[in-house]
């Protein structure tokens, strides 16, 4: 009988089960298949945005040459530099070769000093470079005039050059314009000067194109460092110009530059960072410059740690799925057990039932995996490598119901009601085993830490064992309770109670309750890291902003504030100055402390109390800045770093800092790991309460405000702060030439926003919520198992008392309150092992990659309870309402004998 | 003991008997082959739960020759059903001899196992739902015995077997439906033509009957007669039926895990020339001279704890022991 049409219509005769193989299998296979190609489609995403939100020069990789003088044999140098462009790309390992999107060549000669009656006019300094740029007539409109010509410059005529409208206006150069430009400067060499000609103006196409962006820049002009520093400018030549003067010794700078595509494989990215150092290696006598590694590297160091938090989720789904696989085989076994012992009586052999469940097996697991898996590839983004894990999944499902079968007790002989009431010893060892195993999983993991870049097996494994140990350990305890409970509602009026007690206290089933707690864990896990990460990221957001916005800038003007009050919606604003790296002194003539440098804050605390009041933030002022007031030193907050040294050099009762060129005495009156406004890093900071100073003539002007209010006009801020700071230039005794400085404004929500956005964000999102959902539906599932196990003997049992009579509203409560202590061990194990994963794994997850380093404490969470709690409730119902289905199937109370068929 | 004469309730009771014993012998080989086809001797069986010992059989001796058709009865509880699983193979006894043919069944290895089930024995269980795969015909159920042994003759050859043995079982028109379609005594009668489908040379029924209303037990029953007296199969029923321990020759009572009686149906001449059915009931004694007293005689003078044997001429007496020797002779 081992045809496949038997076997088919066996599959059929018992299709629900069947069904339900399939359907696990298909999940399963779905989701090896399906979530690598998510994971790698968000995080492509996430590097596409991560990229893209960066400068696009850090794409550019570019080899220069060193200065190289020609030899007069004629040839055209530029001809052959830039026919290497081609080369040189085709050396580059394949990887990188394939992401190059753009390339350009370009030769100059180091810019000299140039003079002309135009720029003597304006009494201008500058340096010229002459730069050829291949493909400038397609990518820039001349404004005037016309290209330079091509080929050689006839003997006695000036070069003909073209520059950047921009710059040619701020060098009072036009069309026309004569210059001379003096040889570079080479010791021992006197080059001589080359007269210029300006034959033509261009502005270019798209100033956003990459082939504007060689450094030196050759749309604008390059500030003077410093008094008497030369301007800095380029004109563009033809090839020509530059191969005669290459022939009469000027020496030249050539570059090849490639800009990598934004689009990067994911996958590829290792193989990518490889590539790069491999052509730092072998740049084969050029230059090579590259800033893209070590944005990959922090990108790579992101997902990494999201990749650890999924392949946590991941293994708690895949196995709660496994889970259920064993039960629904195992279920499929007993319900099948009359078969397989009848089989064995008529002449099977011992192997012969499993034969027959491997033959059912093929006919429908291997076909739902590569359903399953199909349906995964549907997934947007590139395939990951599970086909593996795939194959291995498949095989473990088909082979699990012959195994099932084989191992399965075939005829129950003596009396079953005796047994499972007491565990035998070899099992309470295997428990106890299984406990100190998961004990020692943690334990190594935690000081072993993890390997990153690579899936851990022990951190895959440390939830799974965790969980199941867990279960264990409540399938042990739940029952004590509840077995005092009974003994107390014996006393008690009515039966149902104890009636409900008494059995849920020698409940059997405890397979199905380990598969619920692995579920309900990887759901509370999610999302108690998921939370954890909010939490942090809300907590990185108000230490860079504590209030609702922040503005930042040189120096403003003491009226700003009460402008910025002005502004609608602004409710406080409470000003802020801040000094990086200053001396402290021992004394008010400024006596070097010796200690090492420090940023001293000056902050309105009285005011930033109120605006964080406002603003509903909490960043954990210390209430010593707040209530600080005039009089004596003023008490200061100061990093434990500094608070050691000011101890050690016996200053912590008195000390100077200055801020502005006041000097002002503060003593310790608290210490902080971290205060709110020095997000900069560095460990070394003074806090002084601003209120608590003494009024000096030369007061301390601001240097940016935190602001608390609703609805707030970014840009109405940024002008009142940009007169702000005019004000303060013009105000002063000395009125400086005015500077173009950028007040710099950033809201709470869009700190917030960013750091939720980007990189890795989209991944972790997707585990979290995957995780979070999987692992409530697999949940569920499996307390239909597990209040399916039961059923049968509730059944009988509830049969029996009715004809006792027990009424139908008796009946429903002596389930509820058989059911819920199950379902709510099974719910709170799961939830409290969930919540104890990440602060267990938090050390080794690497979470503060998600936080911009700020350490994610994974807390007890209020919401955590509710969540709990709900879910218990929707169990508990789901669970009733599996039971009343369940029973109506059975016709429960129509028969007395039921499920009583030996 | 006593011997009861009745009236034959199947008259040919007596010639099935003999057609039977005709084909076993043909079968063993020879008419001397017939004695002790099932042999139990002291047979023990101990189940250990939790620590707790109940002896289900204790002692029990039992021997069924070639092509008998006997029935054992007994209350619940009794060991009965333990003794079917024994023979059947299900379940090894803890102590004593248990022998069914040439096989022994306390030391039967994994393969001499399958090879008894396949070729040795064939059995009905009560439930009817038991016996059949709900998923197969009548004939594909009777087919699956033979596929399983690997039996030869092809697919063909074990249809037409399949065929013949439902025909034979009085069920031949229900061939092609699924146990789902057939009525209990015709799920039962083709459980009897499935057991018998390898050739066994033992029938073990367990209630065949007991889920049966009596008319459809007694189609049952005659289906399982009529594979004794055609095939030659020894039959041995485990009932609770009075009206199939009376349409046997041989009944077995078990008590507490021993054979505490016989009842034995002989075919004689009568004095008007017909045959009648000669009922006699046996108590039985083993092999260190054990016999359990009929609990009606045991309540008819209340016996208790303690008996006076004597031992006459030709027979014993047991008498109450608390009273005097000659005070009441009672013979038992």
Known sequence: MLSVGAAARRVRAFGGQFLLLAVLTMTATLLVSGVPRLVNWY???????????????????????????????????????????????????????????????????????????????????????????????????????????????????????????????????????????????????????????????????????????????????????????????????????????????????????????????????????????????????????????VPLRQFIAGMDAARTVLAVIAAGTLATLGGLVLLATGSAVRRRRGEFALLRARG???????????????????????????????????????????????????????????????????????????????????????????????????????????????????????????????????????????????????????????????????????????????????????????????????????????????????????????????????????????????????????????????????????????????????????????????????????????????????????????????????????????????????????????????????????????????????????????????????????????????????????????????VLVFGFVAGAVGGTVLGLLAIAFTVLAGARARGQVLSRLRTLGLSRGQGRGLLLIELSPLVGAAVLTGALVGALLPVLLNPVLGLATFTRGTPVRVAFEPALVAGVVALGAVALGFAVAVEALNNRRLRLGEALRLGEES | MTATAEQPVAPDLAALQQRAAARAAERAGGRDRLRGHIVCDGLVRIFKTEGVEVVALQGLDLVIDRGELVAIVGASGSGKSTLLNILSGLDTPTAGIARVGEYDLLNLSTRRRLSYRRDMVGFIWQQTGRNLLPYLTARENVELPMELAGRGGGRRGRRRRAEELLELVGVGYCADRRPGQLSGGEQQRCA?????????????????????????????????????????????????????????????????????SEVRRTARVGADGGTELVSEEYAVLDRSGRMQLPAPFVEALTLRDRVRLNLEPDHVQVRPGDRTPDADGSDA
Do not use: C
């Open chain 1, 348 to 762: 099977g052999g011992p192997a012969a039932g499993a034969g027959r469940s491997l033959a059912e097996s093929l006919l429908v697991v291997p076909p739902a995996a590569v359903l399953g898996w199909l349906a995964g590839t549907l997934a947007p983004g590139g395939a990951g490598d599970t086909l593996g894990l795939a194959v291995a999944l498949t095989v473990l499902v088909t082979l699990a119901l012959p195994v099932a079968t084989l191992t399965a007790p075939a005829e129950v002989t003596g009396r079953r009601d005796g047994l499972r009431l007491r565990p035998s010893t070899r099992r309470l060892g295997v428990e106890g085993g299984l406990l100190l195993l998961a004990a020692l999983a943690v334990v190594l993991l935690r000081q072993r830490g993890l390997e990153s870049g690579e899936v851990d097996p022990l951190l895959v494994s440390v939830p799974v064992l965790l969980a199941v140990a867990a279960a264990l350990v409540a399938i042990r305890l739940y029952p004590l309770p509840l077995r005092l409970l009974s003994r107390l509602a014996a006393r008690a009026r009515g039966s149902v109670a104890f009636l409900g007690t008494a059995r849920a206290g020698r409940a059997q089933a405890t397979a199905p309750l380990v598969v619920v707690v692995l579920a309900i864990a990887t759901a509370a896990f999610s999302a108690v890291v998921a939370a954890g990460v909010e939490a942090s990221r809300d907590r990185a957001a108000t230490a860079v902003v504590p209030g609702d916005a922040l503005l930042l800038g040189e120096r403003f003007a003491p009226d700003t504030r009460t402008e910025l009050e002005r502004v609608s919606g602004v409710r406080v604003a409470a000003p802020l100055a801040e000094e990086p790296a200053q001396r402290l002194a021992t004394d008010a003539l400024g006596t070097d402390a010796r200690i090492g440098d420090v940023t001293v804050l000056l902050v309105d605390a009285a005011a930033l109390d109120r605006v964080v009041a406002a603003a509903g933030r909490d960043p954990g002022l210390p209430r010593t800045l707040v209530t600080a007031g005039p009089g004596g030193p003023a008490p200061a907050v100061v990093s434990p770093a500094v608070a050691a040294d000011l101890a050690g050099a016996g200053l912590a009762g008195s000390a100077f800092a200055t801020v502005q060129g006041q000097r002002y005495e503060f003593r310790v009156t608290g210490q902080a790991e971290t205060f709110p406004l020095l997000t900069g890093g560095g460990d070394r900071f003074v806090v002084l309460p601003w209120q608590a100073l003494p009024a000096r003539e030369y007061a301390v002007v601001p240097t940016g405000f935190v602001l608390a209010g609703e609805d707030l006009d970014v840009a109405r801020l940024r002008e009142v702060g940009t007169e702000g700071q005019s004000r303060f230039q013009h105000g002063s005794a000395v009125s400086a030439r005015e500077r173009n400085l950028p007040v710099e404004v950033s809201t709470w929500t869009t700190v917030r926003r960013e750091l939720g956005e980007g990189g890795p964000n989209g």
């Open chain 2, 192 to 260: 009897v033509a499935v057991a018998v489908a390898n050739d066994p040379q033992v029938l073990f029924a367990d209630e065949p009957t007991g889920e049966l209303d009596e008319a459809t037990g007694a189609e049952v029953f005659g289906a399982l007669r009529t594979i004794n007296a055609e095939l030659g199969v020894t039959v041995v029923v485990v009932t609770h039926d009075p009206a199939v321990a009376g349409q046997v020759r041989r009944t077995v009572a078990i008590r507490d895990g021993r054979t505490a």
């Open chain 1, 43 to 293: 995080a492509g995403q996430g590097l596409h945005q991560f990229l893209a939100d960066r400068p696009a020069q850090e794409r550019d990789l570019t080899y220069s040459a060193a200065p190289l003088t020609a030899t007069a044999n004629g040839t055209s140098l530029m001809e052959a530099y830039r026919s290497d462009l081609e080369t040189i790309r085709a050396g580059m390992p394949p990887r990188v070769r394939e992401l190059v999107a753009q390339r350009w060549f370009s030769a100059q000669t180091e810019p000299s000093r140039v003079v002309g009656r135009d720029l003597a006019a304006r009494n201008l300094t500058v340096d010229l470079g002459l730069r050829v740029v291949p493909d400038i007539r397609e990518a820039a409109t001349l404004v005037e005039g016309r290209w330079p010509d091509r080929g050689p410059v006839p003997s006695g005529k000036p070069v003909q050059v073209a520059l950047a409208a921009q710059v040619a206006g701020q060098f009072n150069l036009r069309v026309g314009s004569r210059l001379t430009l003096k040889g570079p400067d080479t010791p021992g060499v006197s080059l001589p000067p080359t007269p210029i000609a300006v034959v033509g103006l261009f502005a270019p196409r798209d100033g956003g194109d990459g082939i504007w962006d060689a450094l030196p820049p050759l749309l604008r002009v390059v500030e003077p460092l410093g008094d008497g520093q030369p301007f800095v400018g380029f004109a563009v030549v033809d090839e020509a110009v530059l191969d005669r003067q290459a022939a009469i010794g000027w020496s030249l700078r050539l570059s090849w530059r490639y800009r990598l595509s934004a689009d990067i494989d994911v996958r590829a990215l290792d193989q990518i960072l490889a590539g790069l150092q491999e052509m730092s290696r072998r740049s084969a006598g050029r230059t090579f410059v590259q800033g893209l590694d």
